[in-house]
């Protein structure tokens, strides 16, 4: 095992991070409680507002604090859930490099196609009938601003099928923002058609306990739905037109 690192060489973030982690810890900072400003930190620590910023940042990705736009960050303890979440906001951060959004996409893809499955095998009667709802309210919208909302809640109801939090939590952090980021398409209605038609080919084989199916289908669905969006590469101007050497 490698050696502890020597106090004196870790970096003040860090330490100020741990002291404060270590009083939330041990009820110093009972959660939902207000942490000590910034100004406070800084006299406490004698450290500068940016490294007590950066502390104070850890803290939050860790789990142990959460803050609103403008308020001071409050204690909390971390959970699965919350780290989670934290590590999605730096995630998403990188969805405008190609190569990662795909690797989002596969990630995607993955879960929803394992929730098909789980969803074919082993979804009862509550859980039908969610899905059920979600249809129609995805069929009612198309065409409309409110179709890409009704289709997260339609695949949301099918990840739900599982009733894993950290899968449901991880598809939550993602898929929204995934599909926001999507360039628009030349015919949104005809888009929302085959999308629809493909959600309702996934319920009729989820209801039919038709795991080939319901898994090919999804497969399917995600595939094209992620190349109907990629952009067309550039296209070479003809020789013609091209100044000569």
């Known amino acids: 095992m490698l050696a502890a690192e020597p106090e004196e060489l870790r970096r003040a973030p860090d330490l100020i991070a741990d002291e404060l982690i270590a009083q939330i810890r041990g009820g110093d900072f009972p959660p939902d409680t207000p942490l000590p400003t910034e100004r406070e930190l800084c006299e406490r620590f004698a450290a500068s507002r940016p490294t007590v910023r950066e502390a104070l940042a850890q803290i939050q990705m860790r789990g142990y604090a959460t803050a609103g736009v403008g308020k001071r960050p409050r204690a ?5 859930a919350t780290v989670l979440r934290g590590t999605g906001d730096l995630i998403r951060e990188v969805l ?22 789980e969803a074919a095998n082993r979804a009862d009667q509550i859980h039908l009938a ?7 309210q995805n069929f009612n919208a198309i065409g409309t601003a409110d179709f890409a909302p009704t289709d997260i809640a339609f695949h949301r109801a099918l990840v ?8 449901l939590t991880l598809h939550d952090m993602f898929v929204s923002t995934m599909i926001a980021h999507r360039p628009p398409t030349d015919d949104a209605a005809r888009y929302d058609r085959i999308a ?25 669905h995600l595939a094209r739905s992620y190349r109907a969006r990629l952009k067309a590469p550039q296209q070479a101007r003809p020789t013609s037109d091209r100044p000569a050497d």
């Open 130 to 136: 969610k899905l059920q709802t979600a249809l129609e």
């Open 160 to 167: 739900s099928v599982v009733g894993n939090p950290l899968i």
């Open 96 to 117: 405008g490099d190609a190569e990662s959004g795909a690797h989002l996409e596969q990630m995607r893809q993955f879960i929803e196609s394992g929730a098909a499955r």
């Open 76 to 80: 909390a303890l971390p959970s699965i």
């Open 196 to 220: 629809y038609d493909e959600h309702r080919e996934i319920y009729h084989a989820v209801l039919d306990g038709d795991v080939v199916t319901a898994t090919d289908v999804m497969d399917r």
